[in-house]
């Protein structure tokens, strides 16, 4: 135990030795007591890491001047640590003891700098784009536009070092480090940079920096490679869910475990997606957003109708899975598998055909009352068969008078009141439906304020010679036939009157 | 004790036990069998006890071609009809039965004829004879207008129906009296 101490004080040694020594250790240590082993390992490890991003850090210093490096949050990189940590008290009382003591050292203060500049080596994609963000100062003299082009940073990290100081693109073989179309667009684009050549020193830094890109993310390989090695140990039930491989990424895009636990399910969904399409690819067969989910063996043999759905299952069950295993809940993995089993059994389910349809009887005729429908639409449709005033008035007839008649002497049709002495009116008129009457009111409103050039002798009745002017009496209830309220034979509007006897 | 309700036309009496498939409200049409009558206390009992339905009864023998092909079409609707109409065949040559084709005067094979609530349907089609339907039907669509028309007639209180088949879809025979 005293090693540790030992290796602590010392100053970091070189990343290449430290690699070798973890993966001896990890080798050693395979067959061995699991949890000795992996902390020995999870420790030499940790020093990699932290060795790597000393260096890394240094060189930052000579490198270029703004640092707007940004300060993550803790928890990941101590996870595994806290890991390995939570494996200890397994083993006898005696060694946690000893790993307090030791615990307590490691948290002395340059542990706690080294591990907070080093939780970014975790962050893959955050600590290469940082790696990115220094190496697209420098070529950014030469060629700007690369940078929104490649977005990947290995990649980005790769294609500058091809590319070099060259100014003709053509010169340079991109074939394998990206995606054909890309080059094509990136060439394009080079030929009409507006960019200048580097200068030596500068070519040299940028070399430099992206040598430690790729360097750092070979170690990152490495290190997932490691952990999923250990990924039964580390979490037996979220690699019985969906296999070790995928396990390991999930954790490491995720930070460690116990991040990948708090996520909510649909993140661990989506962890690993790839980027928005580039260079005009068409996103009119973009598929839904899953990722490293979609390397999972029960995702690809589910049919692609139920993708979507099995993607949502597997994910939230397999957010569940990294919980247990978070807590350290279930160390066999019965809980992965009852949880792969229920999935499994759920997309069988779905491919279920429907059940057969029974054929009804027919309903019993007039046993449902017909929809009645209402409105304006019905109301207006009506009108069209209403039974009209002249109508009316034709049926009727005056008691002793005989009704005219369309072929004269009672032949052809009879006109009843039509047109008769004492109707009140002077000619029966198409007596206006109250829907038009409400429509001519709403018009008559709007267009009542005219633009004002009219002279001020117009007025809004017009007279045809058809018509006349026929003002009507608004005392005359001679013709109200729609009602049957008002009285015909009692007056409504006279009084009883006396008559002087002279 | 005993509760006094009136059946309803699943639990008509008449239905014998080999045949209480077709009135449970078989799902497949193929195998459904039609209740046949032989007794008179049986009509009796269909007639007295459909109620609310139409009870369409079919005098007949079972080896003739065109009872055949009238037994093919009821078997089909019977599902489908089963809401509001029940079906069964009468066997014609069976003794008791005699008084029901003396009554209805039953000459021409195969006859259908309607009741409503233990009335008497008749269906005016344009041929001579109001009270039965003589002869098959040429759809199966054709018989269950013809059970509509009766149940609506029937429903209002009306104990003679027109027919709602066009002319050309009626089957037509001839009336002889007394052999002339």
């Known amino acids: 135990?005293?090693?540790?101490?030992?290796?602590?004080?010392?100053?970091?040694?070189?990343?290449?030795?430290?690699?070798?020594?973890?993966?001896?250790?990890?080798?050693?240590?395979?067959?061995?007591?699991?949890?000795?082993?992996?902390?020995?390992?999870?420790?030499?490890?940790?020093?990699?890491?932290?060795?790597?991003?000393?260096?890394?850090?240094?060189?930052?210093?000579?490198?270029?001047?703004?640092?707007?490096?940004?300060?993550?949050?803790?928890?990941?990189?101590?996870?595994?640590?806290?890991?390995?940590?939570?494996?200890?008290?397994?083993?006898?009382?005696?060694?946690?003891?000893?790993?307090?003591?030791?615990?307590?050292?490691?948290?002395?203060?340059?542990?706690?700098?080294?591990?907070?500049?080093?939780?970014?080596?975790?962050?893959?994609?955050?600590?290469?784009?940082?790696?990115?963000?220094?190496?697209?100062?420098?070529?950014?003299?030469?060629?700007?536009?690369?940078?929104?082009?490649?977005?990947?940073?290995?990649?980005?990290?790769?294609?500058?070092?091809?590319?070099?100081?060259?100014?003709?693109?053509?010169?340079?073989?991109?074939?394998?480090?990206?995606?054909?179309?890309?080059?094509?667009?990136?060439?394009?684009?080079?030929?009409?940079?507006?960019?200048?050549?580097?200068?030596?020193?500068?070519?040299?830094?940028?070399?430099?920096?992206?040598?430690?890109?790729?360097?750092?993310?070979?170690?990152?390989?490495?290190?997932?490679?490691?952990?999923?090695?250990?990924?039964?140990?580390?979490?037996?039930?979220?690699?019985?869910?969906?296999?070790?491989?995928?396990?390991?990424?999930?954790?490491?895009?995720?930070?460690?475990?116990?991040?990948?636990?708090?996520?909510?399910?649909?993140?661990?969904?989506?962890?690993?997606?790839?980027?928005?399409?580039?260079?005009?690819?068409?996103?009119?067969?973009?598929?839904?957003?899953?990722?490293?989910?979609?390397?999972?063996?029960?995702?690809?043999?589910?049919?692609?109708?139920?993708?979507?759905?099995?993607?949502?299952?597997?994910?939230?069950?397999?957010?569940?899975?990294?919980?247990?295993?978070?807590?350290?809940?279930?160390?066999?993995?019965?809980?992965?598998?009852?949880?792969?089993?229920?999935?499994?059994?759920?997309?069988?389910?779905?491919?279920?055909?429907?059940?057969?349809?029974?054929?009804?009887?027919?309903?019993?005729?007039?046993?449902?009352?017909?929809?009645?429908?209402?409105?304006?639409?019905?109301?207006?449709?009506?009108e069209r068969y209403a039974v009209t005033d002249m109508m009316k008035l034709a049926n009727r007839m005056q008691f002793g008078i005989p009704e005219e008649s369309s072929l004269g002497d009672g032949l052809g049709e009879g006109y009843g009141m039509l047109g008769q002495a004492g109707s009140g009116k002077l000619r029966v008129s198409a007596a206006q439906n109250k829907l038009a009457a409400k429509v001519a009111k709403k018009f008559k409103e709007k267009s009542y304020g005219s633009s004002g050039a009219t002279s001020g002798l117009t007025s809004s009745l017009a007279f045809t010679p058809v018509q006349g002017i026929e003002l009507s009496n608004p005392q005359a209830h001679g013709n109200h036939l729609g009602s049957g309220t008002q009285s015909t034979y009692f007056s409504e509007t006279g009084t009883f009157s006396k008559i002087k006897r002279t | 004790m005993f509760v006094c309700r009136p059946l309803q036309g699943s639990e008509n009496p008449f239905i014998p036990e080999e045949d209480g498939a077709a009135r449970r409200g078989e799902g497949e049409m193929g195998s459904v069998v039609l209740p046949t009558l032989r007794r008179k206390r049986e009509v009796d009992a269909a007639i007295r006890d459909t109620l609310d339905m139409v009870l369409v009864l079919r005098f007949g023998r079972a080896a003739d071609a065109a009872c055949l092909q009238l037994d093919d079409i009821l078997a089909k609707s019977s599902w489908d009809i089963s809401k509001f109409a029940t079906i069964a065949l009468v066997d014609m040559d069976s003794e008791e039965i005699q008084v029901y084709v003396d009554y209805f005067d039953i000459t021409l094979v195969p006859a259908t004829i309607f009741f409503f609530n233990a009335h008497h349907m008749k269906m005016d089609s344009g041929t001579p004879d109001h009270t039965k339907w003589i002869g098959s039907f040429s759809s199966k669509q054709d018989f269950i207008d013809v059970v509509e028309a009766v149940f609506r007639g029937g429903m209002k209180g009306k104990l003679i129906v027109s027919c709602p088949l066009p002319p050309e879809r009626i089957p037509r025979f001839q009336l002889l009296f007394k052999d002339v």
């Not at chain 1, 949890?35 to 270029?64: C, N, Q, R, V, Y």
């Not at chain 1, 969904?269 to 490293?292: H, I």
């Not at chain 1, 957010?319 to 807590?327: E, K, M, N, Q, V």
């Open chain 1, 1 to 382: 135990m005293a090693m540790y101490t030992l290796r602590l004080s010392r100053s970091p040694p070189s990343p290449d030795s430290l690699l070798r020594e973890a993966e001896g250790a990890g080798r050693r240590n395979l067959g061995g007591d699991g949890a000795a082993g992996l902390l020995h390992a999870g420790k030499t490890w940790a020093k990699i890491m932290a060795s790597l991003a000393d260096s890394f850090l240094a060189d930052l210093d000579e490198l270029s001047d703004n640092e707007a490096y940004p300060e993550e949050d803790n928890a990941e990189a101590g996870g595994a640590d806290e890991d390995s940590d939570d494996d200890m008290p397994d083993l006898e009382s005696l060694n946690y003891d000893d790993l307090d003591s030791v615990s307590k050292l490691q948290k002395t203060q340059r542990y706690n700098d080294i591990m907070q500049k080093v939780e970014g080596a975790l962050e893959k994609s955050t600590d290469l784009s940082n790696q990115g963000f220094i190496l697209e100062e420098d070529p950014e003299l030469k060629f700007p536009e690369l940078e929104s082009l490649v977005h990947h940073p290995i990649d980005y990290a790769r294609v500058v070092k091809k590319i070099g100081n060259e100014v003709d693109l053509t010169l340079v073989d991109l074939e394998g480090l990206l995606p054909s179309a890309v080059i094509m667009v990136v060439s394009v684009t080079a030929s009409t940079t507006s960019g200048k050549p580097l200068s030596e020193e500068n070519l040299l830094k940028t070399i430099e920096a992206c040598d430690r890109a790729l360097n750092l993310d070979a170690a990152k390989k490495k290190v997932l490679d490691f952990v999923e090695g250990r990924m039964g140990y580390i979490a037996p039930n979220l690699s019985a869910i969906v296999g070790s491989a995928v396990a390991a990424k999930l954790m490491g895009i995720a930070g460690g475990l116990g991040a990948l636990a708090k996520m909510p399910a649909c993140n661990v969904q989506l962890l690993g997606a790839k980027r928005k399409n580039l260079a005009g690819f068409s996103t009119a067969t973009s598929q839904f957003r899953v990722g490293y989910l979609e390397h999972t063996e029960i995702f690809q043999s589910t049919p692609p109708a139920l993708r979507t759905r099995a993607c949502r299952l597997i994910a939230a069950k397999s957010t569940l899975a990294a919980r247990i295993d978070s807590i350290r809940g279930d160390p066999t993995g019965k809980a992965g598998r009852n949880l792969l089993e229920e999935i499994r059994k759920k997309i069988e389910k779905w491919q279920e055909p429907p059940p057969p349809k029974l054929p009804k009887p027919l309903p019993v005729p007039d046993s449902e009352p017909k929809k009645k429908r209402g409105g304006r639409r019905l109301r207006k449709m009506k």
